[in-house]
């Protein structure tokens, strides 16, 4: 078996989540924090570490959902398989009876008919490894555990790992208050970093709802870690949980700024939007040097100069005439007003970016939430337009 959790000299096989579409994106990130030995996986990317770089991971990683590490891996025949190996793991040395904990997992293995099956074989593995060994068992909590297992089953290999992240790393701890239909936190960081932005240029999302790519904007412009406002990582839960190593890491990274290395703004024809957006922004440092607009886009007035976009535009597809005419607009407000820049939009309404007009130089398809999107990218240049290919 690979990888026990006591101990942080021991190498450890760490999976990193992520969002389809972004295993590229993470790898990128990964090398620019100092990682450059990494594989690619589907939804994830693997790599060797310690605990010490599962802390700074879980605190500095702006793409990544969760972070895994492994227990062990092994080759199974049949269903009894599955639990007499899970049974052999000593969970006394992983996390207290006293521990909530739940089991999740992808299965793909004809041995099972039920992909429910296999996590109950391994939960119970774990109930009956405590009853043994201490006479009593641990809660199972399946909403808010404060250990989390999982399990990989491809045909027949099986990998099991806990889940040092907990709750997914999408929630940020920042967003006090939100709209009906917020950008997932993990996407939005994703897609300022697949868009290319070089962290200098104005940035302006003249839709930006409660603010949600403004601050991953700025959070990656200035240093600071997305997760700095977090509190809780399920790795604090397990009996190796190093306070003076974590607090090591966390005081290490930068919290406090004086200024930003560029301009960031944001509009929203929605007054309540605004308020919640300044709201969301008050938790940092860097939160009054955004400037918000309660205006709609097309009276949003771009600086001199190059400009970078960024936006999710609404969309609803219950009224598809409505949504053509507001990309429309986009599209007219995009020509007229940038003379030189770049606009990125994520939208589920393929008919709706069709009717932008512009010939988009990249399409990408990605996901928020369950939302099927696809992210397109424009290049905007006064009089070098490709106009009405889409």
Known sequence: MSGTIQGFS?????????????????????????????SKLNRAVQLKGTWKDVYFLNLHLRCAISILVEITTFRIKSE?????QARK??????FDVKKTFAVRGAIFSDLFTSTHYPNLLLKDAVVDHFR????????????RPQVM??????????TISVNTSGNPLFQRGYRS??????????????????SGWDRKTTFIDPFCGSGTFLIEAALLASGIPSNIERQHYAFKNFKNFDAELWDETYDSATRIVRSLPCEILGSDISDEMVLKSRRN???????????????????????????????????????????????????????????????????????GLKSI??????KVKVYNGNLDCSFRSYDLFEGKRKENIT
Request: aromatic content about 10%.
């Open 80 to 84: 009894d398989d599955l639990y007499n």
């Open 132 to 143: 043994e060994a201490a006479g009593t068992r641990p809660d199972v909590e399946l909403k």
């Open 177 to 194: 208050t939100a709209g009906d239909a917020p950008i997932n936190e993990v996407v939005a960081a994703s897609l300022i970093r697949l």
């Open 149 to 158: 297992l999982d399990l990989y089953v491809n045909n027949y290999e099986a």
């Open 10 to 38: 021991k190498e450890l096989t760490l999976t990193v989540k992520c969002f389809f579409g972004f295993e590229e994106t993470l790898i990128e990130e990964l090398n620019e924090l100092g990682y450059p030995k990494v």
């Open 281 to 351: 922004l008050r938790t940092f440092s860097f939160g009054r040097f955004i400037k918000i607009s309660p205006k709609p886009f097309n009276e949003v007035k771009t600086p001199e100069g190059r400009v970078f976009i960024l936006s999710n535009p609404p969309y609803d597809v219950r009224m598809d005439a409505e949504v053509e005419t507001l990309y429309q607009e986009i599209g007219s407000w995009l020509k007229h007003e940038i003379k030189d820049g770049k606009a990125c939009i994520i939208s589920s309404s393929i008919e």
């Open 357 to 362: 007009g512009l010939k988009p130089s990249s």
């Open 89 to 94: 793991i000593n969970w006394s040395n992983f």
